[in-house]
């Protein structure tokens, strides 16, 4: 009997190479759970997150995808009352030691938001190199040179070389999302996580962002959450499915689009839930 035709879904993920099972892990979590005061958030989350791959993380609303996105460079300490339990590495090393210094690790680990978030009374040139400069480097010619590897990096330097000087919040909604991935370029991250990055962009803008996560990957590991399933199997090589605050499933995403192991999983994927 001939085999069912792909949908498109799958037909955009086979664009992908196969991701290199070899491939050390940037990330190791282990038993890694996270409380909001009483609320608990996520429980027992296990998994291993390639270098130099990009990873998705899918899931319904409320199922702690953003909160695991921001655990991996610490971000939810922002929030009173947050504790956590487990082990998160990076390349080997404990990002919750005692006495790491949590700007440190959010150097290391940039992050893109779900809405664009260019300071508004700063020049474009100003919105990427702002991290930099808090970091004192003031060396003009270093900084030159991050402000158009940086913007270059994110596909935008041909689009604002000749307006450095404008507002970053002069640009469109897509322009301003990739001038925010510059910025996070800019400080030379080994990672960078995106949290929907594109749910208020248009299909064209979408494109573009899409393009450039695939870009990325050759030089950064990028872990993206994502409620839209088909940019997930457009765009990485591993997927993890979280519900409820577990990890349901972590596999390759071509196995777990079209061969998940979990049955909730598989409901999930074919829509019946979510």
């Not at 900084?143 to 940086?150: P, V």
């Not at 577990?246 to 979510?274: I, K, M, W």
């Amino acid at each position: 009997m001939a085999s069912p035709t792909p949908t498109p879904l799958l037909q955009r993920a086979a664009v992908l190479p196969p991701p290199d099972t070899a491939t050390p892990p940037a990330f190791e979590v282990k038993d890694f759970s996270l409380w909001y005061g009483s609320s608990q958030a996520l429980a027992d989350v296990s998994l291993g997150i390639p270098a130099r791959q990009v990873t998705a993380i899918i899931g319904p609303s409320g199922c702690g995808k953003s909160t695991f996105l921001r655990a991996l460079n610490r971000m939810h300490e922002v929030t009173p009352g947050t504790r956590i339990v487990g082990s998160l590495r990076l390349f080997g090393e404990d990002l919750y030691a005692r006495g790491r210094d949590a700007a440190d690790v959010r150097r290391r680990v940039g992050m893109v938001f779900q809405k664009s978030n260019p300071f508004p009374t700063m020049t474009i040139a100003d919105n990427v190199l702002v991290g930099l400069k808090l970091n004192g480097v003031r060396d003009r010619a270093l900084l030159q040179e991050r402000l158009e590897n940086s913007l270059r990096m994110a596909a935008l330097w041909d689009e604002v070389k000749d307006k450095l000087a404008r507002p970053g919040i002069s640009l469109s909604g897509g322009q301003q999302q990739r001038l925010c991935i510059a910025r996070a370029l800019a400080v030379e991250p080994e990672v960078l996580l995106m949290d929907e990055p594109c749910s208020a962009l248009d299909p064209i803008a979408t494109a573009k962002i899409e393009e450039l996560i695939q870009q990325l990957r050759e030089r950064f590991t990028v872990v993206i959450v994502t409620h839209n399933m088909q940019q997930a199997a457009r765009c990485s090589d591993r997927t993890a499915f979280f519900y409820l605050g577990r990890l349901v499933e972590f596999s390759t995403t071509r196995d777990l689009f079209t061969n998940p192991a979990n049955p909730q999983t598989e409901a999930y994927v074919s829509g019946r839930f979510g």
